[in-house]
């Protein structure tokens, strides 16, 4: 059974950086598209970012593009998200996900097949 666990969120000011980690076990993470995405109280889960098996292609909200990065390091079975420039706007518990079967759309939840139990990205102003 795949698992992934994320680390690395907390709280901060504005303008400070911060990197999630997720690390997935349990299954072969070298083949999977991993997907970053949020949720803000009372708001629905949004896309953040997303990187296919190679590292190759990346795609990255609107939100968050110029200032968050997303990488991956198949050898160590990890997923990051570098988080610069942060807002208040980008306060919200943080999932990672993992898609076995390469689906074509990166950017929505129902492509993913796994998911983590979140981490809590709190940006104070």
């Known amino acids: 059974q795949v698992q992934l666990v994320e680390s690395g969120g907390g709280l901060v000011q504005a303008g400070d950086s911060l990197r999630l980690s997720c690390v997935v076990s349990?299954?072969?993470?070298?083949?999977?598209?991993m997907g970053w995405f949020r949720q803000a109280p009372g708001k629905e889960r949004e896309f953040v970012a997303a990187?296919?098996?190679?590292?190759?292609?990346?795609i990255y909200a609107d939100s968050v593009k110029g200032r968050f990065i997303i990488s991956r390091d198949n050898d160590q079975n990890t997923v990051y998200l570098q988080m610069n420039s942060l807002k208040p706007e980008d306060t919200a518990v943080y999932y990672c996900?993992?898609?076995?079967?390469?689906?074509?759309?990166?950017?929505?939840?129902?492509?993913?097949?796994?998911w983590g139990q979140g981490t809590q990205v709190t940006v104070s102003s």
């Open positions: 990187t296919v098996w190679s590292g190759a292609r990346t």
């Open positions: 996900a993992a898609d076995y079967q390469s689906n074509i759309r990166l950017d929505v939840a129902q492509s993913y097949d796994a």
């Open positions: 349990g299954g072969v993470f070298r083949y999977y598209t």
